[in-house]
């Protein structure tokens, strides 16, 4: 046996294919331990009266491009209206508001001790599945909703305080590794405004000087703001079902007096999960307390979102050697590679994250707690 502990020099011979795909994941795998996995807040991309859309970059966050994962926010105002519109990557998407995002530490609390809550309407959400008719749905605080590819959505704010939708995903598909690329059907770079006006005419039915009108029409782009009067499409309640899980009132598969909560999104509570290649979870430790050591025991990627609250984590890769030390808040993303070992604890008043996990059925492993593998192990061992 060679130095490597693998293969001979025969059997080298014999398996180059494999010895080429070692020493690639060898390189993915020294590149990693290499990465900057320090948390950062998105930029604006765009934005104006009805709301902005921000995303994290690959260059900022290089670990985007590694995992070829994308993150963005859309932040719509009151009346905000999100143009109909495609991606090029299968996403999971959250919501929140602004204004109450440091207060869902003290919502979740009080609802999983109390077991009531009163949950109102947030937005709508129009949501069109390919040869499907659209679904309009209510959206509010904890919803989430898996986009499998080719999916068209528009979204809207009706309230006075600000909607947050977080969007996180996979871009292996995509044109570039780490980025959502969105496609408008409507406004000053939908579509349609590509296209000569024969072949808008043509395929809409439409006369020479209505699409002239129709294109030259459309001033905004991604996002406007619609008059307090115009009427949007009412959601209807049975739209839901399939399409929405919301992680504030859903079972919880951990509850850990005075010490936290969690809900995980899979193809069971959620089945489009499926479709999208990735599972999540919203998770909830309160004051002091320790989300303990563990890692993804099936090679998958965590990407991890602060909602609320603050507290410290520390991420450790091959050898011992700690890859990730920092204090973390509200409105932050990092990434925790492959097989990495991360653990957080909460500052006083708490701490609350959303993660996906590149796998539709996320299995974790934890190295201490009642549960860990440590417990597990043989005292003589």
């Known amino acids: ?9 025969d059997q080298q011979k014999q398996f180059p294919d494999l010895q080429q795909w070692l020493g690639a994941q060898r390189a993915r795998f020294s590149a990693a331990m290499e990465l900057d996995l320090t948390p950062k807040l998105p930029k604006q991309v765009y934005g104006g009266d009805g709301g902005s859309y921000f995303a994290w970059c690959p260059e900022e966050l290089p670990m985007l491009k590694e995992g070829n994962i994308g993150a ?24 929140f508001k602004f204004c109450i995002i440091c207060l869902i530490d003290f919502i979740f609390k009080k609802f999983y001790k109390s077991k009531i809550l009163a949950i109102n309407r ?15 749905i209510a959206i509010k605080k904890g919803d989430s909703i898996a986009l499998p590819f080719g999916v068209v959505t528009w979204w809207f704010n009706s309230e006075e305080a600000d909607l947050e939708i977080l969007f996180l995903g996979e ?14 059907l409507t406004g000053s770079n939908g579509i349609f405004t590509g296209f000569s006006t024969e ?15 129709l294109v030259g029409s459309q001033t905004g782009k991604g996002i406007v703001k619609l008059d307090a009067d115009f009427k949007m499409p009412q959601p209807k309640v049975e739209d839901r079902d399939g399409f929405v899980i919301n992680c504030l009132e859903a079972p919880l598969d951990v509850d850990i007096k005075d010490g936290g909560r969690v809900v995980v999104l899979n193809t069971k509570n959620l089945p489009l999960v499926g479709e999208v290649g990735f599972g999540a979870d919203l998770v909830l430790i309160d004051g002091h307390s320790m989300c303990s050591p563990g890692f993804s025991c099936d090679s998958a990627l965590q ?9 410290r ?30 653990s957080k604890i909460a500052d006083t008043e708490g701490m609350s994250w959303f993660s996906i996990v590149t796998t539709p059925d996320p299995n974790f492993t934890h190295l201490a707690g009642r549960t860990s593998v440590w417990k597990a192990l043989s005292p003589e061992v």
């Open 303 to 311: 990407v991890t979102y602060i909602v609320g609250g603050s507290g």
């Open 199 to 213: 072949f808008v005419g043509r395929a809409w039915g439409l006369d020479e000087t209505t699409v002239k009108t």
């Open 1 to 9: 046996m060679d130095t490597d502990g693998f293969f001979g020099a």
């Open 72 to 95: 963005a926010n859309l932040a719509l105002k009151q009346y905000g209206f999100a143009v109909p519109r495609y991606s090029d990557s299968p996403r999971l998407s959250m919501f």
């Open 313 to 342: 984590v520390q991420v450790v890769g091959a050898d011992g050697k700690r890859v990730l030390e920092t204090h973390i808040t509200a409105g932050s993303l990092f990434i925790v590679p492959r097989f990495f070992v991360v």
């Open 171 to 184: 871009t292996h598909k995509a044109h570039k590794a780490g980025q959502f690329t969105d496609f408008y």
């Open 122 to 136: 947030f937005g709508t959400a129009g949501i069109v599945l390919p040869e499907k008719e659209e679904k309009v």
